[in-house]
């Protein structure tokens, strides 16, 4: 009968800070919800798996198999826990992770000890040791310890467990760390017990449940009530033992701890025995027996198997007495059938290393003779070996000139467009200045000479002085308005103060006075100004494609539709007029076209054009990027 409990989670649960985004708090977030919040834990191990499609992907592939397997853990869903404990294993070895690669060993070390294979458990405790070692993990360092020794203890080397479990204590107990704290005393109960020495495993079992209280940790409070009941039972202290055990099962149900339940019920089975409660021993062995087939410990099985033949033999039901004897005979085969093949292949592993010595000793001959044919080969490999250095030398460097020149045809590229944009931009300046210095000239100049006669005809005073004033006024009406469509070409003051809303609706209703051309405006998302530069070129690029259509077009309906969402802005130019070849456009003399795209570039956009030749309708597009950073206006 098995006397030693487990605390499984105490392993793998830490403190952790508080809730995060961070990627690595919540991983640690959620070792903290094993017991209070199961289903969080799928939660954030789902949110991790997430997130590893863009970060970081195994180590955050290996945080949520790690979650997720200890989960199954927890409900003794053996095979599914093992599968993840692999999975976590696998990704954290490829980041790599020493502190996971450690925690995926000590896991996987504690599954197959629960299924009782313990040469392999001994196997990733010691690799686990080794790793922690390694980095200075102190925590799980220790934690390989005690858990060797219970392998030990399982194997029935007690002397050397109880030591182990010690040197485990005097490590742990200045760190005060009640899941460690909690742990050591656990082991020292559990390993007392098989001294004899029952004071000694209630004084430290009583300890290690205090702090399992403290600590909230149901499967752990349950594993001390249950190595409690042990130690009653072995003290025929069975009312005692009966009280422990009956709380152990409450918090075993209520964390849905399988595999302790399946120990507790055998423990029950044994003390009901004792006690000759032949049908209650019966009825906790039937549970013990569906308990440890679903979690697949067949030495348990057996054990319960056995007792069950003798509790049936005990109530002199002897039919289900034999069928529960051909059960245990057959279920102990097939055990001890198990335990020869695994017999069987250690020995052919022995033989086949004793095989290749032999192997290794005749080759060792073959070897020498080799030698010296070897060395012949050396001074031709090592020939070729320098051939072929040289070759990859040669091709490195022509791909290095290669990808040189290629360098210096982009960025000759770079620099002849960049000087068409230049180019373009002075040629817009220069036509910007021609055509203010002749509005100015027309215009202001007649209305200025015309103001000078007005005035000039005070002096032979043959007119009414009113009649000449209120000339004077509509002439200085006249050129405020002139001065003031001047201005608004070179820089309207809306688009400073008020947006390039206001100023595109500003521009239409210019326009829309002339009674020769209807231009509407349309905008979405703009409810937030947009930053200097995208404002400027939009309305340059406006401008500019409204002009044209004004002067070139036959069309009498222009469209201005302006959007912003969260990744692009995209101006929407759109008339009825007639439809023409875009590449003589591309391609002319003038430079609407350049400006407007260096306009596009400054903002990250590009240009579009829809027309087609002898077909009514034209479409301008500009797409342009959204800019995050907050724009500085005048």
Known sequence: MKKIYLLLIALITTNAPSFSQNPEAIYEKAKTYYF???????????????IATNEAPDLNYARAAHLRGVMFQLRSKSDSALRLFEKMDYHSERVPDSTLITIAALSKGLMFANLGALDSAMFYYFKGEKVAASIAADKYHQRAMAEIARILSMKGDHEAALT????????????????????????????????????????????ALTLQKQLGNIPGIAA???????????????????????????????????????????????????????LQAISSLNE?????????????VVEEHRLLSEAYSLQEQYTLAFQTLKEYVTLNDSLIGIEKEKSIQ??????????????????????????????????VIIG???????????????????RKKQVLLQKESEINLREKQIEAAISSQEKER?????????????????????????????????EVFENSSKVLDEMYQELKGICFNLMPQTLIKHGITATLQEFASRINLTDQILV???????????????????????????????????????????????KEITLLIEDNGSGFDPELLKQGKGNGWKNMNSRANLINGELELDTTPGIKGNTLIVNAQTFVEEPIHA
Request: glycine share 4%; net charge negative; hydrophobic share 40%.
């Open 36 to 50: 209070t919040q199961p289903d969080s834990v799928f939660t954030i191990a789902a949110m991790l798996d997430s």
């Open 224 to 278: 001390a009530q249950l190595n409690k009941g042990s130690i009653f039972q072995e003290q025929q202290k069975f009312d005692s033992a009966i009280y422990y055990y009956q709380a152990a099962r409450d918090n075993y149900e209520t964390a849905r701890f399988t595999q302790g339940l399946g120990q507790l019920n055998l423990n029950l089975a044994s003390l009901h025995l004792n006690v000759g409660n032949t």
């Open 520 to 566: 509407e405006t349309d905008f979405f998302g703009l409810e937030e100004r947009l930053t200097d530069v995208q404002e400027i070129s939009l309305y340059r690029i406006s401008q500019e494609w409204v002009n044209n259509v004004i002067k070139y077009s036959d069309a009498n309906k222009v469209m201005i539709q302006l959007t912003k969402d969260e």
């Open 346 to 379: 250690e020995l052919q592993t022995r033989y086949e290393s004793e095989k290749k010595e032999q192997q290794i000793a005749l080759q060792i001959s073959e070897i020498s003779e080799q030698k010296v044919q070897n060395q012949r080969n050396l001074a």
């Open 434 to 466: 021609s055509r203010v210095a002749k509005d100015l000239h027309d215009g202001f100049g007649q209305m200025i000479s015309v103001l000078n006669l007005n005035l000039k005809s005070l002096e032979v005073g043959d007119k009414d002085k009113h």
């Open 164 to 207: 182990k479990y010690r040197k485990y204590f005097q490590l742990v107990k200045d760190t005060k760390n009640p899941n460690d704290l909690a742990t050591a005393y656990a082991y020292l109960g559990a390993e007392f017990m098989f001294f004899g020495q029952h004071d000694s495993s209630l004084y430290y079992m009583n300890r």
């Open 288 to 300: 013990a027996i569906t308990f440890s087939q679903m979690i697949g410990d067949l030495h348990a």
């Open 384 to 402: 070729l070996i320098f051939i072929v250095v040289l070759l990859i030398s040669v091709i490195l460097l022509v791909r290095s000139r290669a």
